[in-house]
């Protein structure tokens, strides 16, 4: 039988679901290796999120798939920091940490924030932090980010980054605002966004996750968010999310909002809400697992259909991706010598197998004297009478 190509085996494999992936690494060792591979990872992660059938709009995962019960994807202690490229970053009890793959099941815990804030009367800590979790592409590493402040009333907020790789503490920069609501940052263009405010304004901080740069996001120019958010640093009904791939900031006064802007070419503009009546988003629940050794484990709930807009656009977007918490440096180039020889290898035992069968019955016919006569008399074009 024909061996097919390296290239069209990958051709093949990236297609299929996580799922099935799981249950191909199965089939034989260079099929682990080859699918363990981050080349393989990366390309089956490009075709996710190009080509999800499933789809119109995003995939988003939340703790629950009602997020209007689940305001800061808070529900029963455990926190959802954020998701990029199937990876969701999850925080069972204050500043416990960690980050998993809901579908194959891998997880890694991450240390404690060294920063330890004087919380007074404060229950949880994370009223007075600010979350996020992204991929920083010029690293090719993950990032988890924690915003503190010292104390529940001062303005300035220090900023720590965690990368997979290091899984170490570093910090990154301060600001002179203070977070809102402990909400998560919104990842989006590579940056990670957050409303803040000080004594007198709300505004919009963004970190680049490559730079590690801050900066201030200008608003929406309309004279009624201008008065109801900008100057209302205590009004909690707007919040920033993303709608396709834009920006947006959602006024959550009616069940599908009034009003809802979008950032395209660093300018807002609002949104036509009409269009949520032809898109939708699939939006997963993730499940909470106990295990006997009394943490947790995580699990992918099945998706359910919402509009691309309200509430939902808050959740974290997600992909279905063999993407893993545990940084390597395998390469594609030695899997496939590490395939190569394992099948050749296989084409080795295949042949010996083969051997094994044929030359017993050779030496079988052989040492038959009847049937060497028989075969020498038909070569000479002879005839025997009798063969006994």
């Known amino acids: 039988m024909a061996e097919l190509a390296l290239d069209v085996v990958e051709d093949i494999l990236v297609r299929l679901d996580v799922e099935d992936l799981i249950r191909c690494k199965s089939v034989c060792k260079s099929w682990y290796s080859f699918i363990s591979c981050s080349r393989f990872v990366k390309a089956h992660l490009n075709h996710a999120y190009n080509n999800d059938p499933e789809l119109g709009g995003h995939r988003r995962i939340a703790l629950s798939s009602i ?17 990029c490229n199937g990876l969701v970053c999850v925080s069972p009890l204050d500043f416990e940490l960690l980050v998993t793959n809901s579908l194959t099941r ?62 170490l503490w570093k910090v990154i920069g301060e600001v002179k605002y203070r977070c809102i609501d402990g909400f998560n940052g919104v990842l989006c263009g590579g940056a990670l966004h957050w409303f803040m405010s000080d004594k007198y304004k709300r505004v919009i901080i963004s970190l680049d996750l490559s730079t590690q740069e801050f900066k201030e996001i200008p608003q929406p120019a309309d004279e009624e968010y201008v008065n109801d958010v900008v100057n209302d640093v205590d009004d909690i ?26 950032m395209k070419n660093n300018t807002w503009e609002l949104y036509n809400n009409d269009h949520c009546e032809t898109k939708y988003d699939v939006s997963h629940s993730l499940l909470v697992l106990p295990k006997r050794n009394s943490s947790n484990a995580y699990a992918l709930g099945d998706g359910k259909c919402v509009p691309s807009a309200g509430p939902y656009v808050r959740a974290s977007i997600f992909v279905k ?17 590490n395939m190569n020889k394992v099948r050749s290898k296989c084409l080795f035992f295949r042949y010996m197998r083969v051997y094994m069968l044929v030359v017993p019955a ?3 016919i052989l040492n038959s004297p009847n049937l060497c006569l028989y075969i020498h008399s038909m070569h000479r074009g002879g005839k025997v009478m009798q063969v006994l």
């Open 67 to 83: 997020l209007s019960i689940d305001n800061n994807c808070v529900l029963n202690g455990t926190h959802i920091v954020g998701s």
């Open 106 to 167: 891998e997880e890694k815990k991450l240390p404690t924030p060294p920063f330890r804030p004087n919380l007074g009367k404060f229950a949880l800590m994370r009223e007075i932090v600010c979350w996020g979790f992204g991929y920083d592409f010029s690293t090719d590493d993950y990032k988890v980010i924690a915003g503190f402040r010292e104390t529940p009333s001062r303005k300035l907020t220090v900023f720590y980054a965690l990368t997979l790789k290091s899984n």
């Open 237 to 262: 009904e707007c919040f920033l999310g993303v709608i396709e791939e834009y920006l947006c900031i959602y006024w959550d006064r009616s069940p599908l909002s009034s009003k809802t802007w979008v």
């Open 321 to 337: 991706s063999l993407v893993s918490p545990h940084p390597h440096s395998k390469n594609y180039e030695g899997q496939k010598r």
């Open 362 to 364: 050779c030496m079988f």
